[in-house]
Antibody
Framework: EVQLVESGGGLVQPGGSLRLSCAAS????????TSWVRQAPGKGLEWVSV????????YYADSVKGRFTISRDNSKNTLYLQMNSLRAEDTAVYYC??????????????WGQGTLVTVSS | EIVMTQSPATLSVSPGERATLSCRAS??????LAWYQQKPGQAPRLLIY???TRATNIPARFSGSGSGTEFTLTISSLQSEDFAVYYC??????????FGQGAKLEIK
């Protein structure tokens, strides 16, 4: 059974940093790209970033480019999102999602339960 | 960036009836279109990919159609567990991957 478990969310002040983690199990982690998708309170889904199975290719939404960094440790079956220079508009539930492909293309077929990030003073 | 527009924003339907949700892309996405279902407090769940292929364990009452810029999700006979928010997403031209704003299916 595919499982994705996010952690690391919490309350952070504007301008602060946070690192999210996503522990994966139930599939060969290194064989699939993985994304972060967020959802602001009461709002829709917004794609944030994707990383290929090897970690060699990464892509970002313009809204987070230069502030967020996606990475993965295939030896630990774990995905990360380093978030710097956080803004109030980054407040959201952050979901980790598994792609159906090794490269960064394609849709996602499994989602974690999400971790809430709140940016507020 | 491809803009995905869903309509209607809210659809009120009685259990047992048919529901039809629409999704329009600002430019062609071929058949690279997925539909997700999200219930309150839960993560999204994949329903349809490739515009018309049901994902694993998705009931046959869910069907998708369309290509290019116009897509439809149809639920043939609504069950109580189907009342939720539905999102379309294109994965043809990326980054970014883009979602529609969501369509809420509520009980009439």
């Amino acid at each position: 059974e595919v499982q994705l478990v996010e952690s690391g969310g919490g309350l952070v002040q504007p301008g602060g940093s946070l690192r999210l983690s996503c522990a994966a199990s139930g599939f060969t982690f290194s064989s699939y790209a993985t994304s972060w998708v967020r959802q602001a309170p009461g709002k829709g889904l917004e794609w944030v970033s994707v990383i290929s199975g090897s970690g060699g290719s990464t892509y970002y939404a313009d809204s987070v480019k230069g502030r967020f960094t996606i990475s993965r440790d295939n030896s630990k079956n774990t995905l990360y999102l380093q978030m710097n220079s956080l803004r109030a508009e980054d407040t959201a539930v952050y979901y980790c999602a598994k792609s159906v492909r090794w490269d960064s293309s394609g849709y996602v077929d499994y989602w974690g339960q999400g971790t809430l990030v709140t940016v507020s003073s | 960036e491809i803009v995905m527009t869903q309509s209607p924003a809210t659809l009120s339907v009685s259990p047992g009836e048919r529901a039809t949700l629409s999704c329009r892309a600002s430019q062609s996405v071929s058949s690279n279109l997925a539909w997700y279902q999200q219930k309150p407090g839960q993560a999204p769940r994949l329903l349809i990919y490739g515009a018309s292929t049901r994902a694993t364990n998705i009931p046959a009452r869910f069907s998708g159609s369309g290509s290019g810029t116009e897509f439809t999700l149809t639920i043939s006979s609504l069950q109580s567990e189907d009342f939720a928010v539905y999102y379309c997403q294109q994965y043809n031209n990326w980054p970014p991957y883009t979602f529609g704003q969501g369509a809420k299916l509520e009980i009439k």
